[in-house]
């Protein structure tokens, strides 16, 4: 049996997940963190931690741990079954129908097609503010402004002033932003990620992508009966492919247990499936992959067959978060909440630096940003000589102890860049 981790990961810096898709000097983010990229932080944390030599590197990162995609609180995918109205005006209408629980057209529930209410295909776009509805793309939609642009300029190393023409622009999530999403796997191996409480996702790790990680174990996303049809979606990119390993769109096929009743969806995704690997510093190769959002309605499956499909998922490259499904409710509603939670990394901010003083702050970033070896009988020995440290009383002593031993070697630059701006 395996078991679910839920995972929150509040970022303590900004961070860009990069797409390869920067143009005019602007580089965008994803609109989320992929499983792909949460599986190479961990991996990399990992090594940091254990060296490369650990026994179980292999089982927990190349075996069937799945990492699944990470999305902001106050987002979520569009599913494909629903119908939008582009040019919504405000005077009663609905501004989205979900065909997989009731007709767009006459509001009757069920989905047989078509209608026998109206005689009328679900599959017909439903006039909507006087128009006619659109289907919803997969993409991943926001309840408030997620991102912000991070302007910076290169500088001119002889006079140490701003270069001309090189001004450059990055889409980032601002620090404050909450992600959350699941790793399943075997509870042995799954027991094995959740020491590591900081992690950096993304792209310019020096001055971004630090984050706070919480793992606990959750219970499987299950209804209490299944009775009927169970809905399901696709809310990451579904790499298939046939019988002689050719690109396949054919999503029925995919499931194996159970009987596909109805389907929704069947866009290809724009991008999502390469990234960089980073052990071999090369580019992965991009795949053919059915777009996020898709909506299966599954007969005659029990709760057995589907706990084993919601843990394994479908499709290929499953372990780096393809082909994850969830189990649908109820009709699709856009989200509300806002993204950005400045409570929170607040309260973990201040846990973390409170006792210190601006300028102890100040000495300590001076202190990470100059290349040291790491020796416990030396390190603290060499911090406590200096000016500042010989002032700091037993409590911020060992408060600063605690934090530089809990620190990954590669993290003291972006932990630096944190103190600067607390």
Not at 88 to 103: I, N, T
Not at 303 to 317: A, Q
Request: net charge neutral; proline share 8%.
């Amino acid at each position: 049996m395996t078991t679910w981790l839920k995972v929150t990961a509040t970022c303590l810096q900004d961070i860009t997940i990069g797409t390869g898709a920067t143009r005019a000097f602007m580089s965008p983010t994803m609109d989320h963190v992929p499983g792909s990229t949460v599986r190479g932080a961990l991996a990399r944390a990992w090594r940091f931690k254990h060296g490369d030599g650990h026994p179980r590197f292999r089982d927990v990162f190349d075996g069937t741990v799945r990492f699944g995609p990470l999305r902001a609180i106050g987002s979520d995918v569009a599913n494909q079954s629903v119908w939008g109205c582009k040019y919504h005006s405000d005077h009663g209408e609905p501004e989205y129908l979900d065909a997989a629980f009731a007709c767009p057209h006459c509001g009757r529930e069920g989905t047989v097609d078509p209608c026998p209410g109206c005689g009328v295909s679900p599959r017909v776009a439903p006039s909507m503010c006087g128009r006619p509805g659109e289907r919803l793309k997969g993409t991943i939609m926001f309840g408030a402004q997620s991102t912000k642009l991070v302007t910076s300029t290169a500088i001119d190393p002889e006079r140490m002033t701003a270069l001309e023409s090189s001004l450059f622009a990055r889409e980032v999530f601002p620090r404050g932003t909450v992600f959350d999403g699941h790793i399943v796997g075997d509870p042995t191996l799954t027991a094995l990620l959740k020491d590591f409480e900081r992690i950096a996702l993304g792209g310019r790790k020096s001055v971004l992508g630090a984050v706070q990680l919480a793992v606990e174990e959750v219970p499987a996303p299950l209804p209490a009966q299944p009775t009927g049809p169970v809905v399901l979606r696709t809310v990451s990119p579904t790499i298939l492919v046939d019988h002689t390993g050719a690109p396949s769109v054919d999503l029925p096929a995919a499931f194996p247990v159970g009987v596909v009743a109805d389907i929704w969806g069947g866009r290809l995704a724009a991008d999502g499936t390469s990234g960089w690997h980073a052990a071999s510093r090369l580019p992965k190769p991009g795949d053919v992959a059915l777009a996020p959002g898709a909506v299966i309605a599954l007969s005659g499956i029990d709760g057995h067959d589907l706990r084993r499909l919601l843990d394994e998922g479908i499709g290929l490259r499953r372990p780096e978060g393809f082909g994850w499904l969830e189990i649908v409710e109820g009709a699709w509603k856009p989200p509300a909440k806002p993204a950005v939670q400045e409570v929170q990394i607040d309260a973990v901010v201040v846990h973390r630096f409170g006792p210190l003083t601006r300028p102890e702050r100040k000495w300590l970033a001076g202190w990470l940003r100059v290349p040291r070896e790491w020796d416990d009988s030396h390190y603290f020995a060499a911090l406590w000589e200096t000016a500042t440290g010989k002032n700091l009383n037993p409590r911020k002593r060992e408060m600063v102890r605690e934090l530089l031993e809990a620190t990954l070697p590669g993290d003291r630059t972006a932990l630096a860049s944190e103190l600067e701006r607390v």
